[in-house]
T-cell receptor, first 114, second 113 residues
Framework: NAGVTQTPKFRVLKTGQSMTLLCAQDMNHEYMYWYRQDPGMGLRLIHYSVGEGTTAKGEVPDGYNVSRLKKQNFLLGLESAAPSQTSVYFC?????????????FGQGTRLTVV | GENVEQHPSTLSVQEGDSAVIKCTYSDSASNYFPWYKQELGKRPQLIIDIRSNVGEKKDQRIAVTLNKTAKHFSLHITETQPEDSAVYFCAASMNTGFQKLVFGTGTRLLVSP
């Protein structure tokens, strides 16, 4: 049971380049999330999805797009990378439970934009 | 929207001492309060959580308390060990058709032998 898997683990981009981060979960979770983690700022929600075919904006969505064509996959795209997008990106998933439930995180992607 | 504040940002203790990390939240509708531990270079992992119908929960050396009136919750680690050294994040969420976790900014705990 792999849980939540992110690819790639590391990436260096030049300003203006584009890329897609892939998140896959094998726990049949309804909810999936993309967070970015910056020093001193905790984990901030970029976009999220409540089910296959749905996406919604989180706290810091600008410069990112997402898609969830299959329940087990959640893709995060950067169309034109900027240095401000240098960060560690975490994908997470959780089941749909009314009183709250654990979010399971992927291992993270360290992105550097130069 | 929900806002979560976490203190202190860094905490240094001697092995065997207790450590306490405090969080406050802004939205009284929040009903789920997890704590995550993140070791250096690793993913955040849940260590304990509490729901709004409970005031305290304990799991071996860690415990969490919740004061809904004051809108704050705390993580208590007793008999700290060097392997407890990590960054700890609190979070709060409410379910309005979707559970959206809002995280605190983290506490770096250093346990010295």
């Amino acid at each position: 049971n792999a849980g939540v898997t992110q690819t790639p683990k590391f990436r260096v981009l030049k300003t203006g380049q584009s890329m897609t981060l892939l998140c896959a979960q094998d726990m049949n979770h309804e909810y999936m999330y993309w967070y970015r983690q910056d020093p001193g700022m905790g984990l901030r929600l970029i976009h999220y999805s409540v089910g296959e075919g749905t996406t919604a904006k989180g706290e810091v969505p600008d410069g990112y797009n997402v898609s969830r064509l299959k329940k087990q996959n959640f893709l995060l795209g950067l169309e034109s990378a900027a240095p401000s997008q240098t960060s560690v990106y975490f994908c997470a998933s959780s089941p749909n439970r009314q009183d709250g439930s654990e979010a399971f995180f992927g291992q993270g992607t360290r992105l550097t934009v130069v | 929207g929900e806002n979560v504040e976490q203190h202190p940002s860094t905490l240094s203790v001697q092995e065997g001492d207790s450590a306490v990390i405090k969080c406050t939240y802004s939205d009284s509708a929040s009903n789920y309060f997890p704590w995550y531990k993140q070791e250096l270079g690793k993913r955040p992992q849940l260590i304990i959580d509490i729901r709004s119908n409970v005031g305290e929960k304990k799991d071996q050396r860690i415990a969490v308390t919740l004061n809904k009136t004051a809108k704050h919750f705390s993580l208590h680690i007793t008999e700290t060990q060097p392997e407890d050294s990590a960054v700890y994040f609190c979070a709060a969420s409410m379910n309005t058709g979707f559970q959206k976790l809002v995280f605190g900014t983290g506490t770096r705990l250093l346990v010295s032998p």
